[in-house]
């Protein structure tokens, strides 16, 4: 039985059309299939949010006017716009970062720790301990809020809601989290090819500095405007990876096509200087990754929460069922593909 489905599979990776039509069947959402019928009204063939839209000016002035929207919020708006990424400077309270920073200890010294942590070595979920945290590079904890009410209290604080609200016209819904020590040292990416959606442009990542992050510590950093680049799919036709399906060669040459893409449009990397308690907020096409160490000794401690709006679902809704409960914090939407 298990042979018979891996040859399946196997047929359903090796051609790409055959794959497009039972993922677009399966993933159905009314939404996308909106987004879809007015393509030509989006810069990606895959939608996008009401910002994404060729009629923003309008639609920003419209909303300016009607809900009396701050001078604050519309430069932000522009910003996420054309550069696709926004902040909000000092928006997380310093008592709070410190009761969760002390909460998230706690849960960590348990023994056992309930824990997940993921690694660029290992990346299936395995138990959080110091010695894995040691031995592994690119340590994240995952979706720590299903143990911390403080992490619940940090990613849905009014401000970061009020963005993502704006952003999403809908409630977000927080997905996924990781919780970072150290940089993260990751590669320039684009989340639609790992954080996965069934509207593929309607996600957004909030990173969240737990600490004034020092230079050299692998501090995020961004190439703006890059949410709008599209030059590449995996197997030519689908905006998110699958490894099965496209293999490493493609995964490289997507990192590769990033670079040569920022060349020649002559985009430099940027940094977030951030300072304890500062919020960046990255479009889904953002390519966004961690600088190199320089200090490896020292700490560079952030949190990431990927959400989406109310009504679009994460992909592991559909390959883990016994992962699609909603919980609420406060009336806030928040689930796990780690945790049931
Ligand atoms: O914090 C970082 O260094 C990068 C995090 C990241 O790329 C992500 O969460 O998608």
Redesign the pocket.
């Known amino acids: 039985m298990r042979g018979m489905l891996y040859k399946i599979k196997r047929l359903i990776e090796r051609s790409p059309f055959l794959y497009g039509l039972i993922y677009n069947t399966v993933t159905r959402n009314d939404d996308y299939t909106l987004q879809r019928r007015e393509l030509d009204q989006y810069v990606s063939k895959f939608g996008g949010m009401w910002t994404d839209r060729k009629d923003f000016s309008e639609v920003l002035s419209a909303k300016a006017r009607t809900r009396h929207l701050p001078k604050s919020d519309i430069k932000r708006l522009m910003t996420w716009r054309h550069k696709g990424y926004a902040m909000l400077p000092g928006a997380i309270p310093h008592d709070l970062i410190d009761r969760y920073k002390e909460d998230l200890t706690n849960i960590m010294e348990q023994n056992p720790s309930p824990l997940l942590m993921t690694s660029y070595d290992v990346p299936a979920p395995i138990g959080y301990t110091k010695e894995n945290a040691k031995i592994y590079g690119s340590v994240r904890i995952v979706d720590d809020y299903i143990f911390s009410n403080f992490s619940r209290e940090i990613l849905f604080h009014p401000d970061i809601v009020r963005f993502l609200t704006l952003a999403f016209e809908q409630k977000p819904v927080l997905t996924q989290t990781?919780r970072?020590d150290y940089?993260?040292e990751?590669p320039l990416?684009q989340?639609t090819a790992f954080v996965r959606m069934n509207s593929p442009m309607k996600l957004v990542?909030v990173?969240v500095a737990l600490e004034d992050i020092e230079v050299g510590t692998?501090e995020?950093m961004y190439l703006p405007g890059s949410h709008n680049w599209e030059g590449f799919l995996f197997s030519g036709r689908f905006k998110h990876y699958d490894a099965g399906r496209d293999g490493p060669e493609q995964l490289a040459a997507w990192h590769q096509w990033i670079l040569d893409e920022a060349k020649t449009r002559g985009v430099e990397p940027e940094r977030f200087h951030a300072k304890k308690g500062d919020v960046f907020f990255w479009h889904a096409g953002l390519a966004?990754?961690?600088d190199k160490r320089i200090h490896p000794d020292k700490t560079r401690l952030?949190l990431?929460g990927h959400f989406c709006p109310d009504g679009v679902k994460p992909l592991y809704h559909y390959y883990k069922p016994g992962h699609r409960t909603v919980k609420e914090h406060h009336g806030m939407p928040y689930m796990s593909s780690y945790y049931r």
Do not use: A, I, N, R
């Open positions: 990781l970072f940089g993260s990751q990416h989340d990542g990173w692998g995020l966004h990754g961690g952030s990431v």
